[in-house]
């Protein structure tokens, strides 16, 4: 690990965006900052490749995210209106980060791969408990 490697992946700048964010960081109540560590290779985000960066998440479909409950919740909400074929479904899910990237997925596929992806990778669950349940509570 030279300083020019921890550079060129992307590390070293996590410690600029923090100075930026820490300021601000929590100014709102139950506020989190998202950071997209790694991409899980699979099918339906083939293509994507950040050379592991780490990046800031903004916004899912144009939403500005508050935490990751809320997260969380958008994208139930986006894969039960998918289930249901409703008339309002969202057929796209699209992530936009701190520096303008973004990733734009199709909803039903993360659906149809979301089990694979978790074996393939060996997470035992898509979600936290803690998430969980904090996502129940945003519901009311």
Known sequence: ???????????????????DELSRFRQEEDTEIILLL???SCDTNFGYDF?????????????KLKN?????NMYE???K?????????TDFLQFIFKD????????????????EVLDQHGIPKSVSTGILTRAAEERG
């Open 77 to 79: 909400d986006a894969c």
């Open 51 to 63: 050379n592991q960066r780490w990046r800031k998440l903004d916004t899912l479909n144009g939403h």
């Open 68 to 72: 990751m409950a809320e997260l969380y």
């Open 38 to 40: 790694d991409i899980l």
């Open 81 to 89: 209106s998918i289930a249901a074929d409703s008339d309002d479904k």
């Open 1 to 19: 690990g030279t300083t020019e490697g921890l550079e060129a992946s992307g590390y070293l700048a996590i410690y600029d965006y923090m100075d």
């Open 100 to 115: 303008k990237a973004r990733i734009v997925l199709e909803t039903k596929e993360c659906v149809a791969s979301e089990a």
